[in-house]
């Protein structure tokens, strides 16, 4: 669905220039759950902002689909002002799609993944992880198939952050999506996909990629299997920790 070919990324400002990026080689097939882990300020967002097409490689090339993406930030980004059922309808309203069929496929998306009583809640009356819920949804109901997943737990604590975990892959996965998140969570990418990318320090590159095919696919069951932890160590000391 999109691949990186020797990509280099680098900022320019008035004080000097860095590199964030140098021979990145990636790529990410349909259907597949694929996590980027690195060390911190190492160029993980960088890589979301240019699978999206945000911003351009100054060296290398990405090969791309058509496929539309939805972006799904560390906050849950919603407008406080409108109601659950408002938050998802805003990409239709913002494309010029919000037809009635339109309309229709965003709530049943909403009532199908649990949201059918809370349409005419106000953010503010929700959970951090049903807030999340509603991102999430926001993003498929504006028919992206290629969700990118700037940490999107980050902010949540760690109680609500393993069971978002474990519902937003089993959405992304019913609604047989792809998606791309970059975290620095290690067990979080271990349970969440199916396949790991290990990244330098910057300028990063990739140093490593893990099949991740244990258990059933779903987050408990990675997190409960004798394998977790040999992977988890594996990991850890790719990354230098």
Known sequence: ???FCSVDYTYHTLSGETTA?????L?????????????SGCGKTTILSLAAGLIAPTGGRIERTDARCGYMLQRDA?????TVEGNICLPLEINGGAGPDAKARALALAEKYGLKDFLKKKPAELSGGMRQRVALIRTLAAGAELLLLDEPFSALDYQTRLEVCDDVQSIIKSEKKTALLV???ISEAIALSDKVAVLSARPARVVAEHDVDFGDGTPKSRRSSPSFAPLFEKLRAELGL
């Open 1 to 3: 669905m999109i691949k």
């Open 21 to 25: 990026i140098k021979g990145l080689d």
């Open 27 to 39: 790529s990410i097939v349909r259907g597949q759950f694929l996590s980027v882990i690195g060390p």
């Open 78 to 82: 919603l407008f406080p002002w409108r």
């Open 183 to 185: 975290t620095h969570d």
